[in-house]
T-cell receptor, first 114, second 111 residues
């Protein structure tokens, strides 16, 4: 069964350092999402790609976060510099299309900022 | 008002019983509704989706949708200890089709 791949699974870093997360969506899925989930809350969308284009990054803290999906396949989310409040689970999801298609999540990256 | 609201729980049910989870949403134009299961420390896993009013059954799971009341529920029949998890309700927003998630209901099945 096809799955969304993410790495690393866990990341511990010190504040002010740079971190990067990688995601490879299910093959053929045009839409890719990055979410952040804080313990006890539901996932919140950070950025959405349709192929290689950003569809929505309104909730992405652009002073420190960046995301790219250069060839319209895999994607990287970067944080620089990391802050204590960035500690969370970072989830990547993908879907066939843009509208009401089901989103499938990868295993996530647990980030701890010390 | 939150876009999607769920009782946080914990909901404790004995093994073999029915667990009933509720979710209300504010966007009357929403058309797609999803239930995800999330084990502690893991990512959300899709259980079911429902688009039409009424019931949809898949194994031990039944989703119920009432658009007039803006209410969607999930029933877990014959609950097993492996069903112990947090269940997230997600709703597609009608204006931009983004998924809005509830905070989740934590279910504990007692052996």
């Amino acid at each position: 069964e096809a799955e969304v791949a993410q790495s690393p699974r866990y990341k511990i870093t010190e504040k002010s350092q740079a971190v990067a997360f990688w995601c490879d969506p299910i093959s053929g899925h045009a839409t890719l999402y990055w979410y952040r989930q804080i313990l006890g809350q539901g996932p919140e969308l950070l950025v959405q790609f349709q192929d290689e284009s950003v569809v929505d990054d309104s909730q992405l803290p652009k002073d420190r976060f960046s995301a790219e999906r250069l060839k319209g396949v895999d994607s990287t989310l970067k944080i620089q510099p990391a802050e204590l409040g960035d500690s969370a689970m970072y989830l990547c999801a993908s879907s066939w299309g843009r509208r009401t298609d089901t989103q499938y999540f990868g295993p996530g990256t647990r980030l701890t900022v010390l | 008002q939150k876009e999607v609201e769920q009782n946080s729980g914990p909901l404790s049910v004995p093994e073999g019983a029915i667990a009933s989870l509720n979710c209300t949403y504010s966007d009357r134009g929403s058309q797609s509704f999803f239930w995800y299961r999330q084990y502690s420390g893991k990512s959300p896993e899709l259980i079911m989706f429902i688009y039409s009013n009424g019931d949809k059954e898949d194994g031990r799971f039944t989703a119920q949708l009432n658009k007039a009341s803006q209410y969607v529920s999930l029933l877990i029949r014959d609950s097993q200890p492996s069903d112990s998890a947090t269940y997230l309700c997600a709703v597609n927003r009608s204006n931009d089709y983004k998924l809005s998630f509830g905070a989740g209901t934590t279910v504990t099945v007692r052996a």
